[in-house]
């Protein structure tokens, strides 16, 4: 009985000891919690400077947890706990976190109203500053505290207009609309110069072979891999090194290397953080950012949109890249030979289908988000580089034996000598030259006829231009002047029956040429006046298949004036209209013997099969809906300047020079790979 109460008296002293141990437990952590919390010594360290700076009202000064409720932003900081000087004007060389906020931006960004997070980034709940900041792997927070520079990607969650115009650049003085942004603004200078957008999208305009980022700025920090980063563990820094070297980041990446300077590349990360479209009242948005998100913009035209979609691959200036250097290499669409050779609906065409099996993949509406006039900007911005704003305008006189030595060098390949013609018209022809007067042939000198073998060759001086004109106007036999003709009203449609039954059967159903020359052609049509035309209908020109269709017949076939008008109105209207295909032209050469002339000259680098290997593939359907044979043949003639693809029309020192009917050979073979003609 004894030991029983023994027992029971141990173990109520054991209770008595327990219970008092866990209360002074209990007390001595409450009395830390309230004493010795991060907080409160941050608070009371503030309050000591208030009263080092003998600010009135500093006895006052009220301690505890403060936190501003942001419903709209889904989230209630609680960063002022701790940083209570942010908008007091004598904090502003205290240190942190006690320093008033830098600048102007609470003025336009009250607390109250956005509170900190959202551009600073942390957690918003914590009251430690390892916890708030939230950059250790311990916390877990995926939204860690943004140091400068990349603090001013959060600036773009509501301010970044990506097609935003000249408003966004710097003003003279080299300061930008929104101070504290300027490295933003430069990522975004960068981004559109360095053609981002031709491989990725954002908000719905671009290309398709990388990956969306239109919300790429909304990405944590776990949805990286950071295996084969060295250095910082941050979204910052993984984007610069992805920059320097995307496969060694991201094996497998197709993205080019781009060339920056180490600022530059905080400057692309920065904005590329910032792309982004948070869940947040439409309040909060600029105007610009908001009409982006609901799909208004403004175009990118021209220059503008070479740049934003184009430079990437074919670089800033269309130099493009070289077989030698890059696996499959790049076209140089800016090259002087390419632009002299290729049409405007050769280049729409190029950009609108894209070319199946390259990188090239289609510009189309539906795909890209691209308005089609942004696309035929961009083909007349590529286009215009080669031609003239001021077209046959130059005047005064050449010096015909100077442009003898020119027509020897330059067009003899072509038109044979002494302008009597080889695979293209001849020149030396009295029914041509008594009508086309001076002006029409620096037209037609300068301007080419798209779609054809005649290039433009306006990268020649205005006085060799002169000069050639001279030397082909010595050829004429009677004086030609401007004809002018007065004729009657046109009915296109009645002439668009005359134009079938009478002028397709050489000219092409659709004038693209057949065994006569392309005559419903834009370029012939601008520099031919209706005088040239009714003459060339109604006389014909002598020694040539061109009979004429009032002088030469008897029958009811014999054309009058109402007939001629009403076809020349029928082509001048039909050039104007869009067209549906890219009409291939003649194809007079013989494929047999060019597959021969291929397999010696061109297989090497252009492929057996044409696959393309060391040079662009022709064995490519989008390529041959949208190159004429005058593209194949003016192609091969003249080759191209600064790259591997030589002059056969001319020859080189170790590259042989073509006959006329070789060439066409060619155009031949290389024509005999289309399977199917796609439409424009």
């Known amino acids: 009985m004894m030991d029983e109460q023994r027992y029971r008296d141990r173990a109520q002293w054991l209770v008595l000891i327990g219970a008092g141990a866990l209360f002074l437990l209990l007390a001595g952590v409450w009395v830390h919690e309230g004493t010795s919390r991060e907080w409160r010594k941050v608070q009371k360290a503030y309050e000591r400077l208030l009263d080092q700076a003998g600010e009135d009202g500093s006895g006052d000064f009220e301690r505890g947890i403060f936190q501003v409720d942001l419903p709209d932003l889904h989230r209630s900081d609680r960063c002022i706990s701790c940083h209570q000087g942010l908008e007091d004007p004598s904090m502003q060389e205290a240190p942190q976190p006690h320093t008033a906020h830098p600048g102007d931006f609470l003025e336009q960004h009250p607390i109250a109203e956005y509170g900190c997070t959202i551009c600073h980034g942390g957690q918003p709940g914590a009251l430690s500053r390892v916890e708030a900041h939230g950059r250790l792997r311990q916390t877990h927070w995926p939204y860690p505290l943004l140091d400068q520079p990349y603090i001013q990607s959060s600036c773009g969650k509501c301010h970044l207009a990506i097609f935003g115009g000249e408003s966004e650049l710097p003003a003279a003085g080299g300061t930008y609309p929104m101070a504290g942004m300027e490295l ?140 030698e250097d890059f696996e499959t290499g790049i076209p140089s669409i800016g090259n002087r030979d390419f632009l002299r050779v290729a049409s405007v609906d050769y280049i729409r065409f190029t950009m609108e289908k894209g070319r199946s099996l390259r990188q090239m993949g289609s510009w189309a509406e539906r795909i890209s988000g691209l308005h089609p006039s942004e696309l035929d900007g961009i083909a007349w911005h590529l286009k215009q580089r080669v031609r003239p704003s001021g077209a046959g305008d130059l005047s ?83 004086r030609s002047s401007a004809l002018s003709v007065t ?94 295909y890219i009409y291939q032209g003649s194809n007079p050469g013989q494929r047999t013997d060019g597959a021969l002339l291929f397999e010696k000259y061109c297989a090497e680098c252009h492929g057996s099969k044409g696959e393309g290997v060391k040079a662009p593939a022709l064995n490519n359907q989008e390529f041959l809906s949208a190159a004429s044979n005058g593209y194949l043949l003016a192609t091969i003639t003249l080759g191209r300047t600064g790259t591997a693809m030589p002059s056969w029309g001319y020859g080189t020192t170790d590259r042989p020079r073509l006959t006329g009917s070789e060439r066409l050979d060619l155009v031949a073979h290389i024509r005999s790979y289309q399977r199917i003609h796609l439409k424009y």
């Open 487 to 580: 004729l009657p009203e046109a009915d296109p449609e009645q002439g668009a029956l005359q134009y079938h039954f009478l002028c397709s059967r050489c000219h092409g159903e659709f004038g693209q040429g057949e065994t006569g020359p392309a005559i419903i052609n834009r370029d012939f049509l601008r520099a031919a006046g209706d005088g040239f035309l009714y003459e060339t209908i109604a006389y014909g020109r002598a020694h040539t298949a061109m009979f004429g269709w009032s002088a030469d017949l008897y029958n009811q076939e014999k054309l009058g004036a109402q007939d001629i008008s009403n076809i020349i109105g029928y082509m001048r209207s039909s050039a104007e209209q869009e067209l549906g």
């Open 184 to 323: 933003f603004y430069q990522g975004k200078e960068i981004f559109s110069s360095e053609g981002c957008l031709g491989c990725h999208q954002a908000r719905g305009v671009g290309g398709i072979l990388g990956p969306d980022l239109t919300e790429q700025g909304e990405k944590t920090k776990h949805e990286y891999s950071f295996q084969n980063i060295q250095g910082e563990q941050t979204i910052s820094n993984w984007l610069k090194e992805h920059f320097r070297d995307p496969e060694m980041v991201s094996p497998g990446s197709k993205m080019l290397i781009i060339n920056l300077e180490e600022r530059e590349l905080e400057a692309l990360a920065t904005f590329v953080m910032g792309l982004a479209k948070p869940d947040i009242p439409f309040d909060y948005f600029s105007m610009a950012t908001l009409s982006e998100f609901k799909g208004n913009r403004r175009l990118l035209l021209g220059e503008e949109g070479f740049a934003y979609l184009c430079s990437a691959c074919h670089g800033k200036h269309g130099e493009g890249k070289s077989y």
């Open 396 to 478: 005064g006189r050449g010096d015909a034996l100077r442009g003898g030595e020119l027509y020897a060098r330059y067009c003899l390949t072509c038109h044979g000598a002494e302008g009597k013609g080889d695979v293209a018209v001849a020149l030396n022809q009295e029914g041509l030259l008594s009508r086309a007067n001076d002006s029409f042939l620096m037209q037609t000198l300068l301007y080419g006829r798209e779609n054809t073998g005649m290039p433009g060759w306006a990268n020649l001086e205005d006085l060799e231009l002169l000069d050639l004109v001279a030397y082909l106007s010595s050829w004429r036999t009677t």
